[in-house]
């Protein structure tokens, strides 16, 4: 199948902490070297510690912040050479939704006139009757009571301005949906609806994600592949069920048993020592190899490249089998 989404090469190169002076000499590589597919409809979960490059990689695909080098088609055009006036066409295939769902959403507009607007902006709904049906249909989708188009960001809940948030992403009717924690913010048990809610729309709309998060539960609930990155790098690619049953990369690992229910029990236990390394002097080697409990000589000076290991596997490491 033609991938809906085909990463290739993704650099995003940031100028690194600033002195004294306010003179930058570093460069912080947040994404250096990412390649990944998301098929149509498929949801991919991207998981890593904080810092790890995961936002910056779903804003780069989207161009909200610029790419240094690399590919992005989407259904194979390459996104990163469109002008500005074809990427404002194209805009409303690819929709984000963010963590904080106030980021996303005016508070001096009714949810009624935040949708319309995105409706309007893509010639989307015929006059003013087509519209407001239009819009109450996108918040019926998302579960939200009658006639919250006529109220304010500020008069909901937490999940339910997530709610609106989600129903504002789906208004120009996109393929793909780049998340970025957009349950972390919230109540456990409204974690659990919002999950579902992403689920349902999936199922019904053939939305693709690339669903961003440090909850490797989430994750596996709700995405058929993960990709697990390290400091900017995709470190491990496979069926969700098999990346978290039976992690093949060290990192992926650690991560894997810190989750109690994943029921992983042949996963060796393995405790992250200290923090990420940071990413204005990547180590040598492999970047996992000082926080690695099984990194060898070579480790140190070799760095591994994904490399396929099964049936749709990939791991970034000299000693996965
Ligand atoms: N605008 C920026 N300018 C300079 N450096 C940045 C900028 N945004 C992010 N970074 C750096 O890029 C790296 C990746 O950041 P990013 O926000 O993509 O990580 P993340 O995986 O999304 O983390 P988190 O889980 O905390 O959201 C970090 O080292 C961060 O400090
Ligand atoms: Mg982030």
Request: net charge positive.
């Amino acid at each position: 199948m033609i991938p809906l989404l085909e990463v290739d090469a993704l650099q995003v190169v940031y100028p690194g902490p600033r002195d004294l002076w306010g003179r930058s000499r570093n460069t912080v590589n947040a994404v250096n070297g990412v390649s990944l597919t998301v098929a149509p409809g498929e949801a991919l979960g991207l998981v890593g510690e904080s810092g790890c490059g995961k936002t910056t990689l779903g804003r780069a695909i989207l161009r909200l912040v610029e790419a240094s080098s690399g590919r992005v088609l989407f259904q194979g055009e390459d996104w990163l050479q469109l002008s500005p006036s074809e990427l404002r066409g194209r805009r409303r295939h690819a929709q984000m939704i963010f963590q904080d769902p106030n980021s996303s959403l005016n508070p001096r507009l009714t949810v009624g006139a935040s949708l319309g607007e995105a409706l309007e902006i893509h010639h989307l709904a015929n006059g003013r009757a087509g519209r407001l049906a239009r819009i109450r249909e996108l918040l019926a989708w998302v579960g939200l009571p009658e006639g919250s188009e006529k109220r304010y960001p500020h008069e909901f809940s937490g999940g339910q301005r997530q709610r609106i948030g989600i129903a504002r992403a789906l208004a120009v009717e996109p393929k793909l949906i780049v998340c970025d924690e957009p349950v972390s913010a919230l109540d456990v048990s409204v974690q659990a609806q919002i999950v579902n809610l992403l689920q349902e729309l999936q199922g019904a709309r053939r939305l693709a994600y690339l669903f961003i998060s440090h909850d490797l539960a989430v994750v596996e609930h709700l995405c058929a592949r993960i990709a697990v990155m390290y400091l900017g790098r995709l470190v491990e690619v496979g069926p969700a069920r098999d990346v978290c049953r039976t992690p093949a990369h060290p990192y992926t690992q650690a991560l894997v048993s810190a989750v109690p229910q994943l029921h992983s029990d042949g996963v060796p236990r393995i405790q992250l020592r200290g923090d990420p390394p940071s990413p204005v002097t990547p180590p040598s080697g492999c970047p996992f190899h000082p926080r690695c409990p099984v990194a060898e000589a070579r480790c140190r000076t070799e760095r591994p490249l994904l490399r396929v290991i099964g049936q749709d596997r990939q791991v970034a490491c000299h000693l996965a089998v």
